[in-house]
């Protein structure tokens, strides 16, 4: 496991735009697979997409394709997923995650399951108004 922090969040407009930050302190593995997945009221968590921190490859779910981008930062440790064009849907609590295990992070059928992420960060809530 590792420590997750997270940063940014808040209230936009629609159409506008906003930036996550998920800060990795303790990091000492090379490879991580870190995800980003979100939770609306009353829903289910829902995955965003994801980043492999040895090759930089990303992977979104369609409806934030093209919209949003996942960034790793070596030097500072952190991912970010830059969010823009943001719509009212994209209300929820966001939540950064990371597989510290080579069973989990060398495939990519588990990306976008939550079961197979073992660090979670605190969550930062996002709103979009309409």
Excluded: H
């Excluded at 995955?47 to 093209?66: A, L």
């Excluded at 510290?100 to 992070?105: L, N």
Aim: net charge positive; hydrophobic share 30%.
């Amino acid at each position: 496991q590792v420590q997750l922090v997270e940063s940014g969040g808040g209230l936009v407009q629609a159409g506008g735009s906003l930036r996550l930050s998920c800060a990795l302190p303790g990091r000492t593995n090379s490879d991580y697979r870190m995800g980003w997945f979100r939770q609306a009221p009353g829903k289910e968590r829902e995955f965003v997409g994801c980043i492999r921190w040895s090759t930089g490859s990303t992977f979104y779910v369609d409806s934030v394709k093209d919209r949003f981008t996942i960034s790793k930062d070596n030097a500072k440790n952190t991912v970010d997923l830059q969010m823009n064009r943001l719509k009212p849907e994209d209300t929820a609590v966001y939540y950064c995650a990371a597989q510290t295990s080579p069973s989990a992070y060398f495939f990519t059928s588990a990306r976008g399951n939550a079961y197979k992420y073992d660090s979670w960060g605190q969550g930062t809530q996002v709103t979009v108004s309409s």
